[in-house]
């Protein structure tokens, strides 16, 4: 079964400003994350041991973070680049095209 695929380059750019919006959202968890959630400065007696083991979570947690955020930027560019590429083939198409109109209209009579 064949079925017509359709690449729109605006449309690339458009979910590729998303995955850009959401790989900020990734930055400020981290934030949140650095500044509040693994705050330890309460821990006292038998939770001073804990503290070690929260900050290490913590670090894991921001670096799968910044792995997410570098991931969703590389895939944003990817679709920058891809769509660039189409609208260059489509320019190269319609140059194509018009050349062949203009050849075939100087054989008419």
Do not use: C, W
């Amino acid at each position: 079964m064949s079925e017509r695929v359709e690449a729109v380059p605006s449309r690339l750019r458009d979910y590729g400003g998303l995955l850009g919006r959401n790989a900020e959202s990734f930055s400020g968890i981290e934030s949140y994350a650095n500044e509040t959630a693994s705050d330890t400065s309460g821990f006292t007696g038998v939770m001073a041991t804990l503290i070690p083991v929260v900050q290490g979570a913590t670090a894991l947690y921001s670096e799968t973070l910044r792995l997410a955020h570098a991931k969703l930027l590389r895939v944003r560019e990817e679709l920058d680049n891809t769509a660039a590429e189409y609208e260059e083939r489509e320019r190269q198409i319609e140059q194509l095209l018009s050349g062949i109109a203009t050849a075939l209209s100087g054989m008419r009579p």
